[in-house]
């Protein structure tokens, strides 16, 4: 078991800078999920710290060992790939067994921890079978049990739920939580689907264009976002965002107004007369009707119902849509003019270059 | 459109002209290799019957030349040279797709260009090589022909399967700390058995067929190979052709037993289950 440190990262394709300057310490038995849109530079962060690409320049530490120069196996650590990557052609024991063969280990040793990892992931009737006669949520599984025999220091994740259905990717998430507590090993998960993030996270570091946004418990991203981008990234629906400009400063209070925004009032800060100001207020923070320190208005234009809530997509004054989130069983009616608001300690507020204030 | 039947039909006739076209020449070879000289002439047609029925040829051919040898040797020549292309090329497929290093494209362009010039054209400096070397009446000189023959075809088709192989599989034997070349033999290569099979079928047919390169490079009985030891029955004056049909009969067979044992290979979809 081990931490791991990423020490000034960089990765180009020639002009092209994929990753820049990379900076990054997991702690050892942490789940660490490394989440941002497709092409953000999440996954070759991951094959560089697996040793599948070597970064243009930066340093990689696994442990206390500098691992630059290690070749993928040397570094301890065990890949579960999105296409799951069995070996077609070998049954699940060979499948698990394949690799420590080659790293020593004797065979009474091997079946040992196969079992054990059959047992972990109940494996246990598939053994002798191919991955051609699995179905996608056991061949998930055994390409995981093929990570645990290996007993990593790191366990590296590359989406490994994109590719099945939506009730096993629920149950497998949850196997993978289950499992990072009977082993306590470190982990490092990457995926684009921020609920996989906030579930699995111990923390969650937001990556978007070859940087890091913001790195935090999930419930630190979601309440207090660093910026724009963690803010409409960590949440479903998104953050509604709105333009607004500081009017009037009175006190300790701030009023403020835009073109979708009836009114808010915010507390005073470092805001002066004029400054622009992005305010964001997420779905589930929006009330219809009650009075709050923000509010706004619009024509409710679809109600999706999804049981526990509903979802109003409305119609603002810019012709932007904004999304509530509606609790209970009275939902408005398409056509409907509502005012939604807000309390202050629910707006989010971003200055001009979208860094939260 | 035509409707399915008349389609279907329209196609099955089609094949079944083509097929009757392809086989017809080897039915009138073995069918011939079965009757006397006469009945050969005078009824080319015809099937054996009883009256015409005749093991001549045979007799002749196990009798009167080292059919035996030349079986061996056209054996030899084919089976190595088969492996080796097979193996050379299903390496240097799997290295010019998996490593680029300085010059990877120009060599996978040197190799393609073989696919282009005929070696039939090298014929003279082949010759000279090998009388250099000291290989000339030879098997290993022509074994090292027909590989350099069969080697760019190889490569070319089985890079093209070598890149649809996942590159997660070999990303997971890396990460499983498995050594390079046993992701090649162990990992790689298996799932290249349909391909390999394939161009296992592409490489030995010419090479078993060739008389060219036989006939510069072999001069003694003991080297020759079975298409050259049926020329032995051809004269200028007179054939004996009881004796030319029943060797090529008898040519036939391995070429056709190897088939059979490759195209069991030739089955897709082995890649099933590997990834998605």
Redesign the interface.
């Known amino acids: 078991m081990a931490g791991l440190h990423i020490d000034k990262i960089n990765k180009s394709y020639g002009p092209a800078r994929v990753l820049a300057d990379i900076d990054l310490s997991i702690v050892d038995g942490e789940f660490v999920v490394l989440v941002g849109p497709s092409g953000c530079g999440k996954s070759t962060l991951l094959r560089m710290i697996a040793g599948l690409d070597a970064p243009t320049s930066g340093d990689i530490f696994i442990g206390n060992r500098l691992v630059n120069a290690l070749a993928p196996a040397e570094r301890k650590i065990a890949m579960v790939f999105q296409s799951y990557a069995l070996y077609p052609h070998m049954d699940v024991r060979k499948n698990m067994t394949f690799g420590l063969k080659f790293t020593g280990v004797e065979p009474s040793e091997r079946e040992r921890r196969v079992a054990e990892a059959a047992r972990m992931l109940r494996l246990e009737d598939l053994l002798g079978r191919y991955p051609r006669d699995l179905s996608g949520g056991q061949r998930q599984r055994v390409a995981i049990g093929r990570a645990i025999v290996r007993e990593p220091d790191v366990f590296l994740f590359d989406e490994p739920l994109s590719n099945l259905d939506a009730a096993l990717r629920v149950s497998t998430r949850v196997e993978i939580a289950r499992l990072h507590r009977l082993l306590g090993a470190t982990m490092v998960y990457v995926t684009h689907d921020q609920i996989e993030a906030m579930t699995l996270a111990d923390r969650i570091v937001v990556m978007n264009q070859g940087q890091i946004e913001q790195v935090g418990k999930p419930l630190e991203l979601y309440y207090t976002p660093a910026n724009l981008f963690v803010a409409g990234f960590i949440g479903s629906p998104a953050m509604n965002f709105f333009p607004a400009e500081v009017e009037s400063i009175e006190g300790d209070k701030v009023r403020a107004k835009g073109p979708t925004i009836a009114r808010v009032t915010l507390p005073a800060g470092s805001l002066t007369r004029g400054s622009k100001l992005t305010i964001g207020v997420r779905p589930e923070h929006l009330t219809a009707g009650a009075p709050g320190d923000f509010s706004t208005t619009g024509a409710v234009e679809l109600v999706e119902r999804l049981g526990e809530a509903s979802y109003a997509h409305v119609r603002r004054a810019d012709d932007k849509l904004m999304v509530a989130e509606i609790r209970g069983r009275d939902t408005p009616a398409p056509g409907q003019t509502v005012t939604f608001s807000a309390p202050a300690e629910d707006v989010h507020v971003f200055d001009e270059a979208g860094r939260r204030l | 459109m035509l409707n399915q039947p008349a389609r279907s039909l329209g196609v099955h006739i089609i094949l079944i002209a083509y097929s009757a076209l392809a086989l017809g020449p080897i039915l009138l070879v073995v069918m011939n290799s079965f009757k006397a000289r006469n009945a050969i002439f005078g009824a080319p047609l015809a099937p054996p019957n009883a009256t015409t029925f005749s093991l001549v040829g045979y007799a002749k051919v196990f009798k009167a030349s080292l059919i035996g040898t030349y079986f061996a040797n056209s054996l030899i020549v084919t089976l190595v040279s088969m492996f080796l292309v097979l193996l050379f090329g299903a390496m240097a497929a799997w290295a010019l797709t998996e490593y680029k290093f300085r010059g990877s494209t120009a060599l996978a362009l040197f190799l393609s260009i073989g696919i282009m010039v005929p070696i039939r054209l090298g014929s003279v400096a082949i010759l000279k090589m090998m009388r250099a070397a000291g290989l000339n009446d030879t098997l290993t000189a022509l074994i090292l022909v027909y590989v350099a023959q069969g080697l760019p075809m190889s490569i070319f088709i089985l890079s093209e399967f070598v890149q649809q192989i996942?590159k997660?599989?070999r990303?997971?034997?890396?990460?499983?700390?498995?050594?390079e070349t046993?992701i090649f033999f162990?990992?790689i290569a298996?799932?290249l058995r349909p391909a390999i099979a394939t161009v296992a079928v592409f490489t030995i047919v010419p090479i078993w067929n060739d008389l060219w390169f036989p006939l510069i490079l072999t001069s003694s009985d003991s080297t020759h190979t079975i298409t050259l030891g049926v020329q032995q029955f051809l004269g200028q004056y007179i054939t004996d052709w009881n004796s030319v049909l029943a060797a090529l009969s008898m040519a036939i067979l391995p070429v056709v037993a190897i088939y059979v044992i490759f195209s069991r290979q030739l089955i897709s979809g082995?890649?099933?289950?590997?990834?998605?």
């Open positions: 996942p997660d599989l990303d997971a034997a890396r990460c499983d700390g498995v050594p046993r162990e990992v298996p799932l082995l890649t099933a289950g590997a990834v998605k």
